[in-house]
Every structure is written in structure tokens, then in C-alpha cells.
């Protein structure tokens, strides 16, 4: 972003601020729920994303968040815990957020099949969706979320268009730039004409997030290990509650990997080198005085050990980005970057500083614990102290965008021991409340090396562009091809009405003719 632009913004965002105090609040301040005024008044990121939504058109920004505000109050979005809903609908399973599809983003399954159309059960639906998605926004603030409606079993009983509305406005209002697209799978043609109506509340601006989808097709937008059985995939996951679905990370998490034979002398290696090179983090300056004292005219052997070096250095050089935390400031704030085999960056650093006065333990936990060694992976940090983490895939195993990791921290009574035993019995104990969490994604490097087939005389290079056409061609190839499945589908179906009436009609010639002679 350039300086005009974020000039641009805070403009904007100010002036947002301005004219709904004086337009909105002047009288009307019992509409809204004071949390949410403070909120608007302090988290520019919220504003923003209001402003974008609406393409930065004033008027409209000021009308969709007196209808978001006002509607936050109205549900009590705030107070929404578990024990607002009733208990069954937690334990059948309907909604819950499970995964991540293909671009990284969170699954937010919409089950169908178990939602029965009642009058009586609509508002405690409705506060369940608004329960997953306030509790899904306070943990990735702007993050977007992928929508999976899964109509597979589903009849015309299940179908409520006051419950898809209300979803789509969730989105369309009260959630802005959270949503990534909506995933219909399997949904029964004789629905069709109640997605006509879902379309135009989306509106046309919004309708091509609209992916619908078979068994086959749905593994484009999700891969088969975040997909269940009956989709194609292989996703062993069986909600149940309680607890509540805990966005799939997952305990214990072992600091050296699952290590076996074949790779078990490197892991050694990898784990003494831990302790001494990689966590002596060089700063800028000593990598520069470093490149420096490489003199050019030394064997080659030697010049590919010091540019190993410097790979080393540069791999594990401080992150610059950081997350504020109340116990803890963690480094990087948001994305583990990883290297390419190609690139020799494997591992990265998580670095953790304590900024309070007692002890505060931690634990690391990923979405994916049989990928990555972590080191250490449940430890505790000293009052001022700080803590590098290294974090490398194990073996041969590839780093995925999907893959997400948890920092957990609490603080600790000066009296407790930080030994295995103490570490694990403090967390058997500790409130909930009371621990910190913050969520890190994973971002993967590319080669900076071209890709390139060479022959005899000549060179075959496809780029980026050419193959994005080609790919976009085959995308567009496969929409044709569904229409066209479609269309032919509809000629099937109302062939089979004609025919029907046409039988109809001589049944009724035929009954009258009998009764005109008879």
C-alpha cells in the first residue's frame, strides 16, 4: 500500500467515525451495545472492512453498520455461549467448523440433512450460526471462511429460506469480507428453483461465489484429506459434543517428529544443531560483516560452505513482524514462512518474549503433528526473557497453506517447578480463561529458479501466463460442460411432464367420450 493510499484509509475510516456518531448516536445510542461502540471507535480493521465491502461508498457503509450493530444487540452476540443454545443442537451436529480447503481457508459445515423446517427451533438456529461465526472472527479477525452446504440426504423438508437468508445477510452484513465462497454439494434439482431466489439475495456482484458441486468436483475447491467419506474423501473426523470442535489442532505434539530408522542419524544431527547454530540468531549487521570476509578467490569448496552458512543465517534471521500478546509478544504475528527443498530454507523460528513478571508456560500444538518437529514444543519462558522455537517438517513431508499452529500460554505461580512433570499437571489445572492463545498459518516460499525443460537446441519454457490461460480455458471448458448437463437435464424433465400430461389429456378424452356414448 502506497502512502496516498493509506492516507486514503485513514481518511476514510475517520470520517466513517465521524458522521456515525454524529448521524447514528446522537440519539439512538441505546440501539447498540456499548462493547461494539468501543470497538468501532479503536479497531480500524473492523471500519475497514465495512468500507471495502461497500466500495468505499459512504452512505452505504453508515446504513450497513447501523443494521450490523443494531443486529448484534438484538441476538445478544456478546453473551452467546454455549449454555444460549439448546444442548441437542449442539450434540446433532448440523453446524460446526471443521478444516480448511484448498486456499487455506476455514470449512464452516452446514449439515442439512439434520435441520427440520420449525418455526419454534429458528431463533435458537440462528443464534448457533452467529455463536460459530462470532467465535471464528475473534480468533482470525478478517480471515475469510468457506461456506460448506452439504445437501446430500437433504428433502424439501429440510429446505428453510428464512435460515439461508438469514446465512447469506450474515455475510452480506453482519460479517463483511468473510466470506470466501459457499460450497453447494449435492444438492437435488428439484431444489433448483429455491436457489433461483438464493441467488438474487446474494446478488450479482457476490453470485459467482456460488460453487455447486458432486462428489467429483467438489475435490477441486477441497482436498480428500478435509473431505468425509461420502464426498470422496478420507477425513476421519466424527463430530461430537462435547467439547466443541477445537479447530483441529491437535496434542501431543512431539519436539523431534515421528523419527524412524531410516532418518534417525539426520534427525540427531538436526537436534544437536538446534542448541548451537541454529538458535544463535545472527543479527543484520554480523550476516553483513559475514558476506564480507568471503573472499572471492578461496577454492571453490570453501565458498560453497560459507554460502551454506549464509543460507543457515538467513533462514533463521529474526522474523520483523509481531503479535502483541498480554503474556506473550510473538514473532512472526501471523505466517510461518517456509523454503522449498530447493530453496535449503526448511525450517523456520517462532520467537516468543515474555512481558510479564511471573513465569509463563506454553505449548505448541498444529493442525498437522505428524509433519513437523517442533523444539521446544512445551516449555516455560522467564519474566523478560525470550524463547526461539524452531520449527522444521519432518523427513521428506511437505508444508501445506492448510496447516495452521497454536500457541498456548498461561502464567505460572512463582513457587511451581518448570520440570516435565510440574509443566504437565499445570495444565491439567489451569483455567481456561486464563490461557492465551494465538493462531499462526503456514506460507511456503517458492524456488526462485525458473522452470524450464531443455533439448538439444532448443528450449521449451511454458510461463506463469500461458499456463494461468490454460488453466482458465479448462475451467471455463468444465462450467460449459455442467451446463450443458444441466440443460440436458431439464429437456429429460420436462419431456417426462409433457409426456405425463399428454397421458393425462387422453385419459380425459377418453373418459369423456365414454360417458358422451354411455
Not at 478444516?99 to 418455526?119: A, C, P, Q, T
Amino acid at each position: 500500500m502506497t502512502e496516498a493510499e493509506a492516507q486514503n484509509k485513514a481518511r476514510l475510516i475517520s470520517e466513517t467515525r465521524r458522521r456515525f456518531e454524529a448521524e447514528y448516536l446522537a440519539d439512538k445510542s441505546d440501539k447498540y451495545d456499548p462493547r461494539d461502540i468501543e470497538r468501532l471507535q479503536q479497531d480500524d480493521n473492523w471500519v475497514e472492512s465495512y468500507l471495502t465491502w461497500r466500495h468505499n461508498v459512504m452512505d452505504e457503509t453508515l446504513k450497513m453498520l447501523d443494521e450490523s450493530l443494531q443486529w448484534r444487540k438484538e441476538i445478544s452476540i456478546h453473551d452467546l455461549n454455549e449454555s444460549s443454545i439448546p444442548r441437542w443442537l449442539l450434540e446433532i451436529g448440523g453446524i460446526y467448523l471443521h478444516g480448511y480447503d484448498k486456499e487455506g481457508n476455514k470449512l464452516f459445515w452446514i449439515r442439512v440433512k439434520y435441520h427440520i423446517k420449525d418455526h419454534k427451533t429458528i431463533m435458537d438456529k440462528k443464534k448457533l450460526i452467529a455463536f460459530w461465526l462470532e467465535r471464528y472472527a475473534k480468533r482470525e479477525n478478517g480471515k475469510p471462511i468457506t461456506v460448506m452446504f452439504d445437501m446430500s440426504e437433504s428433502g424439501l423438508s429440510s429446505i428453510d429460506m428464512d435460515l439461508i437468508r438469514f446465512i447469506i445477510n450474515c455475510f452480506k452484513v453482519y460479517y463483511p469480507k468473510y466470506l470466501s465462497k459457499i460450497v453447494i454439494f449435492d444438492m437435488p434439482w428439484i431444489m433448483n428453483a429455491a436457489f433461483k431466489i438464493v441467488k438474487s439475495w446474494i446478488g450479482p456482484d457476490a453470485v459467482n461465489l456460488l460453487k455447486f458441486t458432486s462428489k467429483n468436483e467438489v475435490q477441486d475447491y477441497v482436498s480428500v484429506e478435509y473431505l468425509p467419506p461420502h464426498m470422496g474423501g478420507t477425513d476421519p473426523f466424527k463430530y461430537s459434543y462435547p467439547p466443541l470442535v477445537d479447530d483441529d489442532f491437535q496434542t501431543p505434539l512431539c519436539e523431534n517428529g515421528p523419527i524412524t530408522s531410516e532418518d534417525e542419524t539426520s534427525s540427531k544431527e538436526d537436534i544437536e544443531s538446534d542448541g548451537k547454530e541454529t538458535l544463535e540468531t545472527a543479527s543484520n549487521e554480523e550476516q553483513t560483516t559475514l558476506l564480507k570476509k568471503i573472499n572471492p578467490t578461496e577454492p571453490t569448496s570453501k565458498a560453497e560452505e560459507n554460502e551454506k552458512v549464509d543460507s543457515k543465517m538467513k533462514a533463521f534471521k529474526k522474523p520483523l513482524s509481531v503479535f502483541k500478546g498480554p503474556l506473550l509478544h510473538i514473532s512472526p504475528a501471523e505466517e510461518l514462512y517456509f523454503g522449498t527443498t530447493e530453496s535449503g530454507e526448511k525450517k523456520t523460528l517462532i520467537v516468543l518474549t515474555n512481558v510479564t513478571k511471573n513465569i509463563v508456560a506454553f505449548k505448541v500444538r498444529t493442525t498437522a503433528p505428524e509433519k513437523y518437529r517442533v523444539k521446544p514444543s512445551n516449555s516455560s519462558c522467564e519474566p523478560g526473557a525470550s524463547v526461539d522455537i524452531v520449527v522444521s517438517p519432518h523427513g521428506g513431508l511437505t508444508v501445506s497453506a492448510q496447516d495452521r499452529f497454536l500457541i498456548m500460554a498461561a502464567e505460572m505461580e512463582q513457587s511451581s517447578g518448570t520440570g516435565p512433570a510440574e509443566l504437565a499437571q499445570f495444565w491439567k489445572e489451569v483455567s481456561r480463561n486464563k490461557v492465551m492463545e494465538h493462531r499462526l498459518r503456514c506460507h511456503v516460499v517458492e524456488s526462485s529458479k525458473p522452470t524450464t525443460l531443455t533439448l538439444k537446441d532448443n528450449t521449451f519454457h511454458m510461463s506463469e501466463k500461458t499456463s494461468e490461460d490454460f488453466y482458465l480455458q479448462l475451467k471455463r471448458l468444465l462450467e460449459s460442460n455442467r451446463k450443458l448437463q444441466d440443460q440436458v437435464q431439464r429437456c429429460i424433465w420436462f419431456q417426462q411432464l409433457l409426456l405425463s400430461l399428454t397421458v393425462l389429456l387422453l385419459a380425459f378424452v377418453i373418459s369423456f367420450f365414454y360417458l358422451l356414448y354411455h
